[in-house]
């Protein structure tokens, strides 16, 4: 398979197919043109402005991106002219994310600025990228945090630490998952044996094997009843499931849509999120189907039916694009690729298929372009 960058209305900028093809970042995509040939970069009119000679090459961000040395096999920074602006000596790297990057010589991380200096003679075992000014980081076997001027604000003695999310980061203590806010407090009890983020004012925990929600009270405001939930609440609603079936809930724990969906494409409804208003879902045809007013009921039906299940509903449980498609994915920038027997091609949010399905395989749309596959 070859991959072509398209437009929105579906016309081609690049004549030859590329091996691999990432998104456009800040003007620029990632290409690599044959297993021959090393990664470079093309801009949005579809010509290589950075010829491929790198053995690694990852998105731009924050004006550089990170290559590899296809001789050296060492790592260093670019900019948009290809210009090798930080030199390439590093055995690790990571993407500028707050004006700062993760380095990686011989097994210690660093992090450096955007000239190249480090922000901190600490040798830190691992990192992860800065959010929000913050980072969390691994130090003598023990967790914690630093700010972008690599000073302390938590001190490293955590088994595991999260990074700040919402205001609070998960912790583990005794191999249970709590939660402590910038002051270092914990905040919520280490009672859970597992947990993620804070999104939106609410956090997703095990206890007792099933999932649950907690406020930034640390109350469990919707009781551990679920099998699996999705990451986290968005627009006000999160996909969950029982028994392998999957409906939606809202802030208060009531059920909004019923538990008629399947597992998706990642497993049970990880995948699964209300993105401006709409999110895509398989359809389990002998638990529920569509109405008369296009809204999903349940319905059980007698007979196996394995017909394509997979559509977009908005936040009432009405159907915005049918549940015709093999799979799709979510929405970006009003258009969302789905894949059917046929082939794949996009769909608008009223359901109109505006890229045909022609292609063995499509991405969703950044900054006006998508890649698909022929």
């Not at 197919?17 to 990432?22: I, M, S, T, V």
């Not at 959010?131 to 914690?144: L, T």
């Amino acid at each position: 398979m070859r991959y072509y960058f398209i437009n929105k209305r579906g016309e081609c900028i690049n004549t030859i197919g590329f091996l691999q093809a990432e998104d456009f970042n800040e003007g620029l995509a990632v290409v690599r043109i044959s297993e021959n040939e090393n990664y470079g970069y093309i801009d949005s009119r579809g010509e290589i402005v950075i010829h491929a000679s790198y053995a690694f090459a990852a998105t731009f961000s924050e004006g550089k991106a990170f290559v590899k040395d296809s001789a050296t096999g060492k790592y260093g920074y670019i900019n948009y002219e290809g210009e090798e602006v930080l030199p390439l000596i590093y055995d690790d790297a990571h993407s500028y994310s707050n004006g700062v990057a993760a380095v990686r010589i011989g097994q210690k991380w660093h992090f450096m600025d955007v000239n190249g200096r480090m922000i901190s003679d600490i040798d830190f075992s691992y990192c992860n990228d800065f959010k929000d000014g913050f980072a969390s980081v691994k130090y003598q076997g023990r967790w914690g945090i630093i700010n972008t001027a690599g000073e302390w604000v938590i001190k490293n003695k955590y088994a595991q630490l999260s990074n700040m999310q919402d205001g609070l980061a998960k912790v583990q203590i005794n191999r249970k998952w709590g939660f402590i806010n910038m002051d270092d407090e914990l905040v919520i009890p280490p009672v859970y044996c597992a947990a993620e983020s804070f999104q939106n004012g609410f956090a997703a925990v095990k206890a007792q094997k099933k999932w649950g929600f907690i406020n930034r009270l640390g109350e469990m405001v919707i009781p551990a009843m679920y099998d699996s939930t999705a990451i986290g609440f968005n627009d006000g609603l999160c996909f969950v499931s029982k028994k392998q079936d999957i409906g939606v809930i809202d802030e208060l724990g009531n059920t909004r849509i019923p538990f008629v969906f399947k597992s998706g494409l990642l497993g049970d409804c990880f995948e699964y999120s209300f993105r401006n208003q709409l999110a895509y879902a398989v359809l389990n045809r002998e638990k529920g189907h569509v109405n008369e007013d296009g809204l999903i009921v349940e319905h059980k039906q007698e007979k196996l039916i394995h017909n394509p299940s997979t559509g977009f509903i908005d936040k009432h449980g009405k159907v915005k694009v049918p549940f015709v498609y093999n799979h799709c994915w979510h929405f970006s920038e009003g258009l969302a690729p789905v894949f059917s027997d046929q082939g794949a091609g996009y769909v608008n949010e009223e359901g109109d298929e505006i890229i045909p399905l022609i292609y063995k395989d499509a991405i969703s749309f950044k900054d006006g372009f998508a890649v698909v596959g022929i």
